[in-house]
């Protein structure tokens, strides 16, 4: 008889469990083996972290090394001290790795990098809890799907069939033919998720996802740049 493909009770003693000690040890070990083979580390900090271009940034980079996240680790793989640093100078670096951080490890001219990441700020749709960085109306007369933002001519009327979710999202209008209108939000509120789905749904993107450069060090000479001072204070 074919074996039965229900599902089956897999007892937890039997699962395996992520062993986070060698995660961590594996990490430190990288990181160390990271500074004695690429030319450059640069420090950077993600502003409206979204995955899926931070893949992009590792697919990009595919020649270098990466590390995001765990900033505890990776302060103590580069050293907090002079007595415990990797290489000379790096435990300059350490009072920047707080919040969403990264390591990039790379032996490319550095200011191919650096001009990469100034250039590199893909538009998104804004998130719940973030600040509107721009003020957005349903506009009076013909209301196109999307809503004045593109020329009339290049865009299309929107399809009654849509007034159902616009009336659940507390839009106050009765689409005839694709007439009405209604503020959605102004510059600088603090958006809920009621606005950022209809901004989302008229195709309104208004969080840029930047990678600011934060400091680097070079090999060579084991020299710091700190590249976006801001309020840190660290001798370079």
């Given at each position: 008889m074919p074996r039965s493909k229900?599902?089956?009770?897999?007892?937890?003693?039997?699962?395996?469990?992520?062993?986070?000690?060698?995660?961590?040890?594996?990490?430190y070990a990288n990181i160390r083996e990271c500074v004695e083979e690429y030319?450059?580390?640069?420090?950077?900090?993600?502003?409206?972290?979204?995955?899926?271009?931070?893949?992009?940034?590792?697919?990009?980079?595919?020649?270098?090394?990466?590390?995001?996240?765990?900033?505890?680790?990776?302060?103590k793989a580069l050293g907090s001290t002079p007595e415990t640093e990797a290489a000379p100078n790096l435990h300059k670096l350490t009072p920047f790795l707080t919040g969403a951080v990264g390591l990039l490890f790379t032996s490319r001219p550095a200011k191919s990098v650096t001009d990469y990441f100034e250039n590199f700020r893909p538009q998104d749709f804004a998130r719940a809890g973030t600040e509107a960085t721009r003020s957005f109306s349903i506009p009076n007369g013909l209301v196109c799907a999307r809503a004045g933002e593109i020329p009339e001519h290049d865009d299309e009327p929107l399809s009654h069939t849509i007034e159902p979710a616009l009336r659940k999202l507390g839009v106050p209008t009765r689409l005839i033919k694709g007439k009405r209108v209604s503020p959605v939000c102004r510059k600088g509120d603090t958006l809920d998720s009621r606005q950022t789905t209809l901004m989302k749904m008229f195709g309104v993107t208004s969080s840029e996802f930047k990678v600011d450069l934060k400091a680097q060090w070079e090999r060579e000479s084991n020299e710091v740049k700190i590249l976006e001072q801001g309020d840190m204070e660290v001798d370079a």
């Open positions: 229900r599902a089956r009770v897999v007892h937890e003693s039997k699962t395996t469990k992520k062993d986070h000690k060698e995660q961590t040890r594996r990490l030319d450059h580390l640069f420090l950077f900090a993600v502003d409206n972290m979204r995955n899926t271009y931070l893949k992009d940034v590792r697919a990009e980079f595919s020649d270098s090394r990466l590390f995001f996240g765990k900033t505890k680790v990776m302060s």
